[in-house]
């Protein structure tokens, strides 16, 4: 049929950044340092009570290379959390989406799970594991199973004349699963790694606050808060939120490579 | 409740009264849904033959069983009674076999591959070695008029070009049955014009059965060699119209006046079928 043959493909536009969107938040961020900044030094406020952000920023700096080894070794447990609970939720997901009401009722288990604060259970995972890293990787995987789980489960289950088309053409069930159930539901996983990641950061942190390894950030904020050591605590959690945005802008950056079909 | 034709069938073909052998064929072809108890007739004692490399459009107001019928074709659906052949085969054996290929209403490509990965998907389903399906995939996009469209998205296809792709989707399996479920309803007039003739050039080379759902008629005419007309609650053919347009049709063939004299007996049956005018 090339009696009408569509126009040649022109190359794909180069997409423009637009940074004004960026400027708002940015603008907002400078004037809250800024009146921080202002407070601690118009108003005396002892170092102790709060130290001023540039304080912060001196110390973080001062103290970078030992705050980057607890981080990674943060990191690292809430990783492995991460791993091993979104495994498991997928493994349930792909084994009970097909059968309406079992994965219903796990949903339901799942949404009650979410609504806790499982960080709570910490002294029981403790129990089974001891103040360790897999204490913190257990809670981590506990706190984010159920988040996967609802994702995945809404990704599989989506019915649609796709699967139908596969049916036409005689696909059987692990095909059907890998070439159209597992990338159809890519998107939902996306969004659960989203909530999770930054989620699981702040798990960790937390556990590792009641009890764990010496090395990581957690110990160190409540070794640093008991000792009255203001500034280093402060600095401590200064890595704690770039730990975790540098988690989720990763994981964003993933979402728009696997994604990048999405766009026109 | 009368029986359903599942058995296997042996190599029979059955033919037309001409002896040509047929490639669907629907004997007594009765569906019937149920929804909260109530019992819907949409297909009631349906008796259907298509010859070979036959293109048959089947038209009728909505309801009346079109998209049904198609589907039991297809083995998307199972007859409540009677028997459906594809090629001489049950439908299922014919899907197991790959004997058909199927364009929906709406593209149904897979968003996340390319058009070129889309139009290899049958072919990797069948596993067919990468080589052979990448070949077989670029021929039909070369056919549909894509050529240079391969590693694109669908998200960057305008509809019309999407349709193309799932055309090019339906044909990489090489069937020599085509069912098209109103595969251009949703396009405008103009885009739909063209694709109905890029239609009949790709019918003309590869000469596959073709059933055709649709909503237009002169879509319908233009297309055709029978035009089927079924009338809704239940679904029954009404009448078969022969379409004996001169071969190959072009974009004259509209101009043609025994093209009007058929659109519009194809309008009146439609009329007298739906109680009103169409």
Redesign the interface.
């Known amino acids: 049929?090339?009696?009408?043959?569509?126009a040649?493909?022109p190359p794909?536009a180069r997409r423009k950044v637009d940074l004004s969107r960026y400027l708002a938040p940015a603008v907002l961020f400078g004037l809250f340092v800024g009146a921080w900044e202002a407070w601690v030094s118009i108003g005396d406020v002892k170092q102790l009570l709060l130290p001023s952000p540039h304080a912060i920023v001196g110390q973080f700096f001062d103290d970078f290379s030992k705050l980057f080894e607890f981080a990674r070794n943060t990191f690292m447990e809430a990783f492995k959390g991460v791993l091993v609970g979104s495994l498991g939720a997928l493994v349930v997901a792909a084994v009970t989406y097909r059968v309406a009401w079992l994965a219903r009722a796990l949903q339901s288990y799942a949404a009650t799970i979410k609504a806790l604060p499982v960080v709570a259970l910490y002294p029981i995972c403790t129990v089974f594991f001891g103040i360790t890293s897999k204490a913190v990787t257990a809670i981590v995987a506990i706190g984010v199973a159920p988040i996967v789980f609802a994702y995945a489960v809404r990704g599989f289950s989506g019915s649609s004349?796709?699967d139908?088309?596969?049916?036409?053409?005689?696909?059987g069930f692990g095909?059907r699963f890998r070439?159209?159930v597992l990338?159809?539901s890519?998107p939902y996983l996306m969004a659960a790694m989203k909530t999770a990641v930054p989620t699981s950061i702040i798990i960790a942190v937390i556990a590792q606050y009641f009890g764990g390894r010496v090395t990581t950030l957690g110990s160190y904020i409540r070794r640093e808060s008991t000792n009255l050591h203001t500034l280093e605590m402060w600095s401590a959690i200064l890595m704690s939120c770039l730990l975790g945005l540098a988690c989720f802008g990763a994981v964003s950056l993933a979402d728009r490579y696997l994604?990048?079909?999405?766009?026109? | 409740m009368p029986d359903v034709d599942t058995t296997p069938t042996t190599v029979d073909t059955p033919t037309s009264s001409l002896g040509r052998p047929l490639g669907l064929a629907a004997t007594a072809l009765c569906h019937t849904f149920v929804s909260r108890g109530e019992e819907t007739v949409a297909l009631d004692d349906v008796d259907l033959s298509v010859v070979q490399g036959g293109f048959v459009s089947i038209i009728g107001p909505s309801g009346c069983g079109k998209s049904t019928m198609l589907r039991i074709f297809a083995d998307l659906l199972t007859p409540t009674a009677g028997a459906a052949r594809v090629n001489g085969k049950n439908p299922h054996e014919a899907r197991v076999g790959r004997e058909f290929g199927m364009v929906f209403q709406s593209p149904n490509l897979l968003p996340w591959k390319s058009v070129l990965k889309n139009a290899m998907l049958p072919l990797q389903v069948m596993g067919v070695a990468r080589p052979e399906r990448e070949a077989t995939a670029r021929a039909m996009l070369d056919l549909v008029g894509l050529t240079g469209f391969e590693s694109r998205y669908p998200a960057q296809l305008s509809g019309g070009m999407q349709q193309r792709v799932a055309i090019a989707r339906a044909l990489s399996m090489r069937p020599s049955v085509l069912f098209m479920d109103e595969p251009f309803g949703a396009l405008d007039e103009i885009t739909r014009d063209r694709l109905n003739l890029e239609l009949m050039s790709i019918w003309r080379q590869l000469s596959p059965t073709v059933l055709f759902i649709t909503h237009s008629i002169a879509e319908a005419v233009f297309l055709s060699t029978q035009v089927v007309v079924m009338s809704p609650r239940p679904g029954r053919i009404t009448t078969t119209i022969d379409i004996d347009l001169p071969m190959p049709r072009t974009a004259e063939t509209r101009d043609d006046p025994r093209y009007y004299e058929l659109v519009s007996r194809v309008r009146h049956e439609l009329t007298s079928v739906s109680g009103g005018p169409v």
């Open positions: 049929m090339s009696a009408a043959t569509v040649a493909a794909a004349e796709q139908e088309l596969m049916r036409s053409i005689s696909a095909i070439l159209l990338p159809r890519v994604l990048r079909w999405r766009r026109p």
